[in-house]
């Protein structure tokens, strides 16, 4: 596709010319990541490439601003008028961002955002972005589909933008399953407030009634990936006379016995196929998060309680989402429902930066518009997932591209 294009459109004049949608996207980001590099390309005639001011035209169709992403809304109807149905969950958590006012069409951006709270908090700075992030079970939709400017972001403010997205995602086809967050004692009262109940049992699922389908109520899970990390850093702090110090029937469970067993078995056959490294069994302050300053003065326990808590309540929500989902599809990928897409996302808006990899609120508003068009997310080197595509550009999308008008 590339090379045709390219020695049709070498032979025509520049108001003649036509691009495929992909290279428009391709277009987009290589102008994002250098514009001096991109007109380097143009001016020397080695590619023939749109002009910058074709760029910015489809860059600034839609001015981004906080709130609900008109463009994903968009997309996610054009994609449901041509599959029978889209079946999704929604996942949500923070970025540190820079503080920083920046002067944009004559007002300051760079304040937190009243959408979502209704509170006067016009006065303080933006520290965090708040994303909500959907995606599908098949991957038709992967986008960010709301983000606010915040500092600290109440459970109530959490609920309210989450039931204003449930009604805008179940309007348009797309068919919300479960909700994915981390296990912070913000997310733990989110929990609650959208699910209608005091505390959190153990013994029975816990969802949050669908208004729009109230036969299929939204499932509630903490992210599986960052209990098992806490449950691992509980292990790997498990020793006598320690703050935590895991036992069974007067035997001791202690990470050297983790360290002998790799020890002995990391020269087999079948453990080299697998990811499995050195790294991860000596850990350090950047393989771990550190448990301790979040659960200070307690008494020596097994576990946080809110991480037993998660691990038994998302277990079990899991369990009964697979078996919802097992009278759609031949199979379900349990892996899919975790918040790896939206750290990857925020891997993505970080490397938009290149260097100053602590982007400020301007900076990020045009790094959610920018993958929201070209609707791809990458893999970060480096990054702490490993969601996303080495090669972005393996598959054509002919869908076209909106651009601003003259």
């Not at 013994?203 to 992210?223: G, K, Q």
Request: contains cysteine; proline residues 6%.
């Amino acid at each position: 596709m590339f090379l045709k294009q390219q020695l049709l459109n070498i032979t025509l004049p520049p108001n003649a010319r036509r691009y495929h949608p992909d290279l428009v996207r391709w277009c987009i980001e290589f102008y994002c990541r250098s514009p001096a590099a991109y007109e380097h390309i143009r001016a020397s005639d080695v590619l023939t490439l749109p002009s910058p001011t074709t760029i910015k035209r489809y860059r600034n169709f839609i001015k981004p601003q906080p709130g609900i992403n008109q463009m994903s809304l968009d997309e996610i109807e054009r994609v449901s008028t041509s599959v029978s149905e889209l079946v999704g969950f929604l996942t949500l958590d923070e970025m540190k961002i820079k503080e920083n006012l920046v002067m944009k069409d004559n007002k300051l951006v760079g304040f937190v955002d009243l959408d979502y709270s209704g509170a006067d908090l016009s006065n303080d700075i933006a520290t965090h972005v708040l994303v909500f992030y959907v995606r599908t079970v098949k991957r038709k939709v992967s986008l960010p589909i709301a983000w606010y400017p915040t500092k600290v972001t109440p459970a109530p403010a959490l609920a309210l933008i989450f039931w204003k997205i449930l009604l805008e995602c179940e309007s348009r086809g797309l068919q919300i399953h479960a909700v994915i967050a981390d296990g912070m004692a913000t997310n733990r009262q989110f929990f609650k407030l959208i699910s209608g109940k005091k505390e959190i049992s153990l013994l029975e699922p816990l969802h949050a009634p669908n208004p729009i389908c109230p036969s299929r109520p939204v499932y509630l899970c903490s992210d599986p990936s960052h209990l098992l990390k806490t449950a691992r850093n509980s292990l790997f702090s498990s020793k006598p006379g320690g703050s935590k110090y895991m036992n069974r029937n007067g035997k001791d469970i202690l990470w050297t016995h983790v360290v002998e067993l790799y020890n002995t078995d990391k020269d087999m056959p079948l453990l080299r196929k697998t990811n499995l490294s050195l790294a991860h069994i000596q850990l350090n302050s950047c393989t771990k998060n550190d448990i301790e300053k979040h659960h200070k003065g307690e008494t020596k326990r097994i576990m946080a309680r809110p991480t037993l808590e998660g691990l038994v309540f998302t277990k079990r929500n899991l369990i009964f989402l697979a078996k919802r989902l097992l009278e759609k599809f031949e199979y379900v990928c349990l892996h899919t429902f975790s918040q790896d897409v939206l750290e990857a996302f925020f891997g993505n808006i970080r490397q938009l930066g290149h260097r100053a990899r602590n982007p400020d609120i301007f900076q990020v508003s045009y790094g959610v518009q920018h993958i929201t068009q070209r609707k791809i997310i990458k893999k970060i080197k480096g990054g702490n997932t490993t969601f996303g595509k080495k090669n972005a550009w393996t598959e054509l999308c002919d869908e076209p591209l909106q651009k601003k008008n003259k």
